[in-house]
């Protein structure tokens, strides 16, 4: 198993949005179609006062599998 970590910060106020860009629409049944794929959460603080971040982890059961993520979607 992989984990892939992703830190993306965000101007304050904007967080919420990030996160909903993840968990609405298709995009999660996207990423969770690309095989090997096992599962992603989401972290969001809020406790910086200059920006806000968003952690995003995902598992994959190789790197390959991780890989085929960005060759055949565009997120």
């Known amino acids: 198993m992989i984990i892939v970590t992703n830190t993306i910060k965000i101007?304050?106020?904007y967080g919420e949005h990030v996160i909903s860009q993840f968990t609405q629409g298709d995009v999660s049944?996207?990423?969770?179609?690309v095989e090997g794929f096992l599962g992603f959460e989401l972290?969001?603080?809020?406790?910086?006062?200059?920006?806000?971040?968003?952690?995003?982890?995902?598992?994959?059961?190789?790197?390959?599998a991780q890989k085929k993520l960005g060759e055949k979607h565009s997120f």
């Open 29 to 33: 049944q996207r990423i969770a179609d």
């Open 11 to 13: 101007e304050p106020g």
């Open 43 to 64: 972290f969001h603080n809020q406790a910086k006062d200059e920006f806000e971040e968003v952690v995003v982890t995902s598992r994959w059961t190789t790197d390959e």
